[in-house]
C-alpha cells in the first residue's frame, strides 16, 4: 500500500491550501483516512478522520471550522481543505489509513502513513 500526499507549499496567515492523498496498493474504500500533522520540535498530532463511506468525520479542536476533511472512492483520494490558515498551522502534513473497525481510530492503530507535505504559513 502507498499513500502519497502532495498540495503542501508557502501561504499567507488567513490564506487557504488543499492538500490530496492518493491510495494506491489496495481497495481504498476499505480504509479509515485520516491527517496528522508534525510542527517542528513537536510531536506528531492528530488533524482529522473519515470513515469508510465518507460519511462520518472528526476534526481536532485547534483546526474545527477552518479545515474540512474529504474523500472521493473513486479516485483513491482523501482531501484536507484548509480555510484560514495561522503561522501555527506549520507543519509537515501526513495522510494515514486504518484497515480497523473502530471510528475514530486511535492514533496509534493507523496501518499505513504516506511521506508527508510542508505546509508554511507566514505572518
Known amino acids: 500500500v502507498q499513500l502519497q500526499a502532495s498540495g503542501g507549499g508557502l501561504v499567507q496567515a488567513g490564506g487557504s491550501l488543499r492538500l490530496s492523498c492518493v491510495v494506491s496498493?489496495?481497495?481504498?474504500?476499505?480504509?479509515?483516512m485520516a491527517w496528522f500533522r508534525q510542527a517542528p520540535g513537536k510531536e506528531r498530532e492528530f488533524v482529522a478522520t473519515?470513515?469508510?463511506?465518507?460519511?462520518?468525520?472528526d476534526h481536532a479542536d485547534s483546526v474545527k471550522g477552518r479545515f474540512t476533511i474529504s474523500r472521493n472512492n473513486a479516485k483513491n483520494t482523501v482531501y484536507l481543505q484548509m480555510n484560514s490558515l495561522k503561522p501555527e498551522d506549520t507543519a509537515v502534513y501526513y495522510c494515514?489509513?486504518?484497515?480497523?473497525?473502530?471510528?475514530?481510530?486511535?492514533?496509534?492503530?493507523?496501518?499505513?502513513w504516506g511521506q508527508g507535505t510542508l505546509v508554511t504559513v507566514s505572518s
Open positions: 496498493g489496495r481497495a481504498f474504500s476499505g480504509f479509515v
Open positions: 473519515i470513515s469508510r463511506g465518507g460519511g462520518a468525520t
Open positions: 494515514a489509513a486504518d484497515t480497523g473497525l473502530r471510528f475514530p481510530p486511535p492514533s496509534s492503530e493507523y496501518d499505513y
